[in-house]
């Protein structure tokens, strides 16, 4: 085997531990394409917090589901369409 293919070979074994370690901790990986808008927010919300990406992403998600069990999703959207975010 040549050592470009144990090189790209150690390197999927290495991704691969990687995400079983992740997944033994229970995290589970969500990723999908934002739209020019989202990417603003986002940049703005990394720039104040400090949050990295995993951060601001589990953080996210959490706020909303408060703010769904809460009923508050119609007033943040309401707010995002009216501040065109």
């Not at 691969?16 to 986002?42: M, P």
């Not at 706020?63 to 009216?82: D, H, P, S």
């Given at each position: 085997?040549?050592?470009?293919?144990?090189k790209l070979s150690a390197n999927a074994e290495k991704q691969?531990?990687?995400r079983e370690k992740?997944?033994?901790?229970?995290k589970?990986?969500?990723r999908g394409y934002i739209n020019l808008q989202a990417s603003d927010c986002y940049e703005e919300l990394r720039e104040?917090?400090?949050?990295?990406?995993?951060?601001l992403l589990s953080n996210s998600?959490?706020?909303t589901y408060?703010?769904?069990?809460n009923g508050q999703?119609?007033?943040l959207n309401q707010w995002l369409t009216k501040n065109n975010k």
């Amino acid at each position: 085997m040549s050592d470009f293919k144990k090189k790209l070979s150690a390197n999927a074994e290495k991704q691969k531990r990687f995400r079983e370690k992740q997944k033994a901790d229970g995290k589970k990986l969500v990723r999908g394409y934002i739209n020019l808008q989202a990417s603003d927010c986002y940049e703005e919300l990394r720039e104040k917090t400090g949050w990295t990406d995993s951060e601001l992403l589990s953080n996210s998600l959490r706020i909303t589901y408060a703010a769904y069990k809460n009923g508050q999703i119609k007033l943040l959207n309401q707010w995002l369409t009216k501040n065109n975010k």
